[in-house]
Every structure is written in structure tokens, then in C-alpha cells.
């Protein structure tokens, strides 16, 4: 099989693109035209889309607005290829699939916005003040992004609704920023306040971050509501 791949100079990038290759060679040899997989670029196609060269960090980024705006199962790949400005041939090659691409722009929306945001209450030696600084940050992104913004709210929770419904890798994603929000806020409570029990820092954390949660989750419907909701987190961060 190694040789079948040679003669057609692609290597192999999963199971069913194995089978769909190794056909691909046989049929030349017997004179026939394989079937190819309903949603995939030809074998032409897919050569073709590896002789171009493009910026994989702003093609990510760009299609990671356009999931970030109109959630995974509402994007279409012409969004995606008038977002990036690349054939779906060459999206294809790099990332397999429109599931590829859009695993690509959660990560590096966890790299580039959920990270550095919840790094504020990490880095924090004062933790009501590194709360404070957290919650008036989102709140400011709440306030201020115009109306037309692709990135209003959180992909993830955008998203949670959706896809996340029925898909448990997904899921795992998204609950998991929800416990590393809640683990990050537990702990900016715990050293504004050493002495407060397990069972008060639980609650308090999980109440901060559903207002959290809450607030993101209504940026896109209701902005007002949003930065009123986190005004209750920021009262609540000054009475601790």
C-alpha cells in the first residue's frame, strides 16, 4: 500500500482516505474511476490544493470568526472559503474537514481569548482585585463591541447549544472552560479570603461563574442584561 501511495505522491491522513487512495491507485491501473467520498475534494483537487502557501494562523483565525458568529452547523464551506480566500480543495488538505478547521479555530480560541483572560485572575497577588479586573474586563467587551462584531459572546457557549449537544468532544471542551473558569475564580476567592471554607468557596465560585457564564451567553441577545448581570459579579466580588 506504502508503494500505491508513492505513485501518486500523497501520503495517508486517516482511515477513510487510506481506502479512498489505495482504490484511487487500482483503478488507474484497471482502468475504472473510484468513487469518492460525498463532501471530498478529488484526488486532482487535493494535489493541487498542496502547492499553495498560506498564512495557517490567519486562515484559522478568520474561519474561527465566522464559527464564532454563525455557530459550527450554520457555516457553510463557501463561508469559509469567502472568509480564508482559499478553495475548499486546499481547507481540505490542511485540516481534513470542515470539522478540522473548525477543531483548529476552538483551540485557538482557547489560546488567544479564554487563556490570556483567565490568565488576569492566575497571575493575580491580590485576589478580590484580580476578580474585579476579570469580570470589568468582560464586561467591557460586553459594552463596547459594535453590534455587527462576529466575536460578541463566547464561541464555546455559542456553540454549546448547537453542536455541543451531540457531540461528546465537543461537550468535553466546553465543560471543561467551565471548570477551569470555576477553578480560576475559586482560587482568586481563596487568597482574598484564606480563612473561608471549602463549601463557602465552592458556592461562591460557582455562583460567580454562572453570572459569568450568563453574561456571555446574552451579549448576543440582550447586551444591557449582559453588563447589568456583571455588575451583580462585581458587587458580589467587593462584598467578599
Known amino acids: 500500500m506504502g508503494r500505491a501511495f508513492r505513485e501518486i505522491g500523497v501520503e495517508s491522513?486517516?482511515?477513510s482516505d487510506i481506502l479512498y487512495r489505495w482504490v484511487y491507485y487500482n483503478s488507474r491501473t484497471l482502468g475504472t474511476q473510484p468513487t469518492r467520498p460525498e463532501g471530498r475534494p478529488s484526488q486532482e483537487e487535493a494535489l493541487m490544493g498542496r502547492t499553495q502557501e498560506f498564512d495557517t494562523v490567519a486562515v484559522v483565525q478568520a474561519a474561527r470568526d465566522v464559527f464564532w458568529d454563525r455557530g459550527y452547523e450554520a457555516t457553510s464551506l463557501a463561508d469559509l472559503e469567502a472568509a480564508t480566500g482559499l478553495r475548499r480543495s486546499s481547507l481540505y488538505h490542511a485540516f481534513d474537514s470542515k470539522r478540522g478547521l473548525f477543531d483548529a479555530a476552538v483551540q485557538d480560541y482557547l489560546d488567544t481569548v479564554i487563556r490570556p483572560r483567565l490568565s488576569v485572575l492566575a497571575r493575580a497577588t491580590d485576589g478580590r482585585a484580580g476578580l474585579t479586573t476579570y469580570f470589568s474586563?468582560?464586561?467591557?467587551?460586553?459594552?463596547?463591541?459594535?453590534?455587527?462584531?462576529?466575536?460578541?459572546?463566547?464561541?464555546?457557549?455559542?456553540?454549546?447549544a448547537g453542536l455541543a449537544a451531540h457531540d461528546d468532544a465537543l461537550r468535553e471542551?466546553?465543560?471543561?472552560?467551565?471548570?477551569?473558569?470555576?477553578?480560576?475564580?475559586?482560587?482568586?476567592?481563596?487568597?482574598?479570603?484564606?480563612?473561608?471554607?471549602?463549601?463557602?468557596?465552592?458556592?461562591?465560585?460557582?455562583?460567580?461563574?454562572?453570572?459569568?457564564?450568563?453574561?456571555?451567553?446574552?451579549?448576543?441577545?440582550?447586551?444591557?442584561?449582559?453588563?447589568?448581570?456583571?455588575?451583580?459579579?462585581?458587587?458580589?466580588?467587593?462584598?467578599?
Do not use: F, H, K, M
Not at 474586563?137 to 454549546?160: F, K
Open 13 to 15: 491522513s486517516g482511515r
Open 137 to 160: 474586563g468582560v464586561q467591557t467587551v460586553i459594552a463596547t463591541l459594535p453590534d455587527d462584531s462576529p466575536r460578541r459572546g463566547c464561541l464555546l457557549l455559542n456553540s454549546a
Open 173 to 240: 471542551v466546553v465543560d471543561g472552560y467551565r471548570a477551569e473558569l470555576t477553578t480560576a475564580v475559586s482560587d482568586a476567592l481563596a487568597l482574598a479570603r484564606p480563612e473561608a471554607d471549602a463549601d463557602e468557596l465552592a458556592a461562591a465560585a460557582r455562583q460567580l461563574t454562572s453570572l459569568s457564564v450568563s453574561a456571555l451567553l446574552l451579549a448576543r441577545v440582550n447586551r444591557e442584561e449582559a453588563v447589568a448581570i456583571l455588575d451583580v459579579a462585581l458587587a458580589q466580588v467587593g462584598s467578599w
